[in-house]
């Protein structure tokens, strides 16, 4: 094995990434952290305040480069979102499956699962205003307590489907990025984890729940008598949307389709996704507002797609500037000639100090994913989880993308909306339950879920 001989840079980027790691564990975010330590380095690098500035600049660059397919596509899938909302064809969409809810167990499984399809085409947060909004006072009244439908627009939406995310593949697509694979392996290797991680959070969740609905029986009863009392009207849809009903969700299933028999992967298949979201929401707006006044309307939808998708990737696209000098982008950010990352180098110079093997590595690959998302967000800690398993694949010979899977997995499922309660605040409100309640009931299912996805590995490493 090659000998790798630290210097400066990389005891600065040590420095950096426990700094950060502390900034998360404190819920502080760590945007100047990443941009004062990305200054030294450009600093020791280059030997000057221009060239450490222009460090800074390259960084950011870097990553938005790498980041801005993702950005797009959460950005059309957002606009179309809207697009369908004010048609109506979200109602239209829910309502028949609203109908199906007659008992409580029906209306948790229904729910979540449709969360979870929802979650994968459009992301969670406008997929909890969408089911939110039209299946949860449904579950209510067919006796599911409210803090039930919240446990189960979390786990199946913001915990499976948000760290999976197969279709638009947001998540994946930042982990690969800085591991230096693609996002089809992520999705294909890490399968089994996602699988196992969520069959446990699922069934762990509906069984405390269902031990809960005994013990809680005459308030949870009181609770539907409520929700009963209090039907609600939804709003009429627009015509248009009868055709949008069936051309939106038989696009999808199509191109889905084409994925999976022409082996459309990676950069392609978001480029696919988000041409099929701009293509609806186009049509969409034609039909429901015609051919003039849809030249105004379709430039608000745009405009929504990409607030929404800037104000989530901000802080991620600086953050990720600072670990890609982790990884494959250092030689584009420092400039000069690097064989490797620095970040791998440390995971190099680790291999050939201490005698690591899968065993610790996928729990501390876990475990680190796991801390990265005290954020809150899920996406501020995957450049580094994505840097780490690049590093410790390739010192010790483990699978990347398996590693990539587990650090992605305790990101997301921790920090994209399931046990943190400032992350579970939309899911919360839109069901009228304490927040710090609903995380403290995820709190057990979600760590032995992800144990379990640990244990998988040790099968797959």
């Known amino acids: 094995m090659e000998i790798v001989q630290l210097n400066a840079l990389h005891y600065i980027y040590l420095i950096g990434v426990l700094t950060i790691l502390g900034a998360m564990i404190a819920r502080k975010d760590t945007v100047i952290p990443c941009i004062v330590f990305t200054f030294l380095l450009g600093f020791v690098a280059k030997g000057s305040i221009i060239g450490a500035l222009q460090t800074n600049f390259n960084a950011l660059i870097y990553a938005g480069s790498e980041f801005f397919g993702i950005i797009a596509t959460i950005a059309m899938v957002v606009a179309m979102s809207k697009s369908m909302a004010d048609m109506g064809t979200d109602v239209m969409l829910m309502n028949p499956i609203a109908k199906a809810m007659k008992t409580p167990d029906v209306a948790f499984f229904a729910l979540g699962v449709i969360m979870a399809i929802v979650t994968m085409l459009i992301w969670p947060s406008p997929a909890v205003a969408l089911i939110g909004a039209i299946m949860t006072p449904v579950a209510i009244r067919a006796g599911l307590p409210a803090i039930g439908a ?45 699988l196992v991680i969520a069959v446990v959070a699922i069934t762990l969740s509906y069984i405390f729940l269902k031990k809960d609905m005994k013990v809680n029986a005459s308030r949870y009863e009181a609770e539907r008598k409520i929700a009963l009392a209090d039907t609600g009207k939804a709003k009429e849809a627009h015509g248009a949307a009868k055709v949008m009903i069936f051309l939106i969700p038989l696009s999808f299933l199509a191109i889905i389709s084409a994925m999976l028999i022409q082996g459309i992967k990676g950069g392609d298949a978001t480029a696919l996704v988000s041409g099929t979201a701009m293509a609806m929401m186009t049509i969409g707006s034609i039909l429901q507002y015609g051919p003039i006044e849809a030249l105004d309307k379709i430039v608000d939808y745009i405009r929504d797609g990409f607030g929404f998708g800037m104000k989530i990737f901000a802080p991620v696209v ?142 797959l490493l």
Not at 173 to 179: D, N, R
Not at 363 to 390: H, K, N, R, Y
Not at 429 to 437: Q, S
């Open 150 to 194: 919240a446990i189960a627009m979390n786990i199946f939406g913001h915990g499976f489907a948000f760290s999976f995310d197969p279709i638009i593949q947001g998540a994946p697509g930042v982990t690969a990025s800085s591991a230096g694979i693609e996002p089809g392996q992520i999705i294909s290797s890490g399968a089994p984890i996602f």
């Open 318 to 459: 600086i953050i990720g500037g600072f670990f890609f000098i982790g990884g494959g982008g250092v030689n584009a950010i420092l400039g000069g000639e690097y064989p490797r990352g620095l970040l791998m180098d440390w995971g190099w110079w680790l291999a050939q100090q201490v005698p690591l093997s899968k065993y610790p590595v996928a729990t501390l690959m876990m475990i680190i994913g796991g801390i990265t998302g005290l954020d809150g967000s899920g996406f501020s800690g995957l450049p580094l989880v994505g840097s780490m398993a690049s590093s410790f694949g390739q010192a010790l010979n483990l699978d990347i993308p398996i590693l990539a899977s587990l650090g992605q997995a305790g990101a997301q499922w921790i920090g994209g909306g399931t046990i943190i309660p400032w992350a579970v605040i939309p899911v919360a409100a839109m069901c009228g339950v304490d927040p710090g309640e609903l995380a403290r009931r995820n709190t057990v299912p979600v760590l032995i879920a992800l144990a379990a996805g640990v244990v998988m590995s040790f099968f």
